[in-house]
Structure formats: C-alpha cells, structure tokens
C-alpha cells in the first residue's frame, strides 16, 4: 500500500525544472521562505575483505584513504552547483560525512549530512558528498582492487522547507543521527 500511495503522489507531481514547453529551467526560488533545512544521504563501497583490511591496516599506497574521502566529500558538496547544471549555489552552514567500514559488506558505508537555512533544500549536496567520498575510496585503493562496486546511494531523509519531513521508509532505521552543531536550531 506505501509503494501505492508513493506511486500516486508521484504522479500528481510535475518536473519542477521543466517549463512550460518542456526545457530545461533553473526553479525561481525568490518568493521561498528560509528555513532550516538538512538531508542525509547514504552509499555504500563494496570490495574484498582482503581490500578493506589492508585499507585499515593503512597500507594504501596513496596515504590516509578515509581522511581524503571525507575532504572529498565535503569539498563536493560546497561544488554540487558546478557539477549539476539546475542546482542553486548554496551557502552550505555544516557538512559532516561519515564513513564506518563494514566486514559483513565488506566495506564501507558512507553518510553525508548537509545543513543549511536557505529558500531550497540540500539532497543533492548530501548526495553528491556521498557519491565523491565513494568514488575517492575507490581511486585511493584502486591500485588493491579495481573491482570494488558503489552501491546504494540514496537519500536517507530530509527536513525543512514547504514539503516537509521525508524518510526513506526502507533505510529510516540506518540513518546516524547527526552531530550537534551547537547552533541550537
């Protein structure tokens, strides 16, 4: 029934970043109102067991694998408006990602939470912050393993702005609370 009344929402929205001819248009967000707003998105990076241990064992032969992936990701999130042709440039106010290794993968899950008071939400900061720490995990271990596989970039969840509150219903349960950034909103 949840997949229903999703598949039916669905329908009953349009394309906001087409027109009314059908191109392409970057959506005017002028009239929005400013409100707190954060996503978390999550991916995954699957490789050998042998892979993710010498990963942990530090023996990657180009230095601190999680350290620069997180940079990586972080990094990104601040360029999502030059890497995604409709996106507003954003005034990003945290971006904290999060990568654990997990040997049931085995691998790694990474996390990215994106914070903002702004007129338009961040899913795609948080999604791209997952999507550039995953591709520079692989290219960090790349030399041990070229089959590693990303997977499951999705978002987790998002608050703020006129749609509201979303949860992934499938992932709700994985999602890391994040930090407090001491800002009290």
């Known amino acids: 029934m949840l997949a229903q009344n999703n598949l039916m929402t669905q329908e009953k929205k349009s394309l906001s970043h087409l027109n009314a001819q059908g191109e392409a ?3 005017d967000v002028s009239e929005k109102a400013v409100t707190r707003r954060q ?3 999550e991916g995954k990076i699957v ?3 042998a892979t993710l241990e010498a990963i942990e064992a530090g023996n990657a032969t180009k230095g601190d694998v999680i350290g620069t992936a997180k940079i990586a990701g972080i990094m990104a999130a601040k360029q999502t408006a030059n890497l995604i042709p409709l996106c507003h440039p954003l005034p990003l106010k945290k971006v904290e990602v999060n990568i654990k290794s997990d040997r049931n993968l085995p691998g790694y899950v990474i996390q990215a939470t994106v914070t ?3 007129e338009t939400g961040v899913e795609m900061e948080a999604l ?3 999507s550039v720490s995953a591709l520079t995990l692989y290219d960090m271990a790349k ?3 070229k089959s590693m596989s990303i997977t499951d970039i999705c978002l987790l969840s998002k608050t703020g702005g006129k749609s509201g509150t979303y949860f992934n219903q499938v992932t709700e349960s994985q999602i890391t609370p994040p930090s407090n950034d001491g800002d009290g909103t």
Do not use: H, N, R
Request: glycine share 0%; aromatic share 0%; net charge neutral.
């Open 143 to 145: 030399a041990l393993e």
């Open 47 to 49: 490789m050998s067991l």
């Open 25 to 27: 248009q970057m959506v």
């Open 116 to 118: 903002i008071k702004a």
């Open 39 to 41: 996503a978390i998105a």
């Open 128 to 130: 791209t912050a997952v």
